[in-house]
T-cell receptor, first 113, second 114 residues
């Protein structure tokens, strides 16, 4: 069974551009989470989607946005990129429910120059 | 505000030493607790989890953790570490009922010296 897959693996953008990151969850999982892993800051919760809707978002500015498609895959968009957005972006998926664990992808390394 | 604290950011041990990594959380409600591990160049993997029941949970690779509700703690332990345990370890918490994403601690970088 395929795990959570993310693309691209690496992405280099210049300041002010937009970045689009993609995530395919494990088959059967309806929830998708996005996290930012910046150097020295640990993993910070960005967004949670389930059944196509945004369920919750972390403490990030509105230029971080995303969506979930009918097949439960998801996109994370980062507009007006800043140097501080350079980080590893992790996607996780889970079943929706009280006692479920999240499974993580390999991540997309975004570098803003 | 919800938060997770990991006390040690860097830990260096020799092989066969015992390990205990601290994790404390601040959450308003009943929680689920997790430890994840990130080996060099690999994705985050679940080590163990606590939802309810026996507060001493056993995970993969000989790891265990104990949930102490009165101390808001979920410390990770292993009696004898191996060189292959070198990795980044993250404690994570979410609310029972799943109305939010996982909140992670900042991680502990564990280095095992042969």
């Amino acid at each position: 069974e395929a795990g959570v897959t993310q693309s691209p693996t690496h992405l280099i953008k210049t300041r002010g551009q937009q970045a689009t990151l993609r995530c395919s969850p494990i088959s059967g999982h309806t929830s998708v989470y996005w996290y930012q892993q910046a150097l020295g800051l640990g993993l910070q919760f960005l967004l949670w989607y389930d059944e196509g809707e945004e369920r919750n978002r972390g403490n990030f500015p509105p230029r971080f946005s995303g969506r979930q498609f009918p097949n439960y895959s998801s996109e994370l968009n980062v507009n007006a990129l800043e140097l501080e957005d350079s980080a590893l972006y992790l996607c996780a998926s889970s079943l929706l429910g009280q006692n479920t664990e999240a499974f993580f992808g390999q991540g997309t390394r975004l570098t803003v120059v | 505000a919800q938060s997770v604290s990991q006390h040690n950011h860097h830990v260096i041990l020799s092989e066969a030493a015992s390990l205990e990594l601290g994790c404390n959380y601040s959450y308003g409600g009943t929680v689920n607790l997790f430890w994840y591990v990130q080996y060099p160049g690999q994705h985050l993997q679940l080590l163990l989890k606590y939802f309810s029941g026996d507060p001493l949970v056993k995970g993969i690779k000989g790891f265990e953790a104990e949930f102490i509700k009165s101390k808001f703690s979920f410390n990770l332990r292993k009696p004898s570490v191996q060189w292959s345990d070198t990795a980044e370890y993250f404690c994570a918490v979410n609310l029972r009922g799943g109305a939010d994403g996982l909140t992670f601690g900042k991680g502990t970088h564990l280095i095992i010296q042969p």
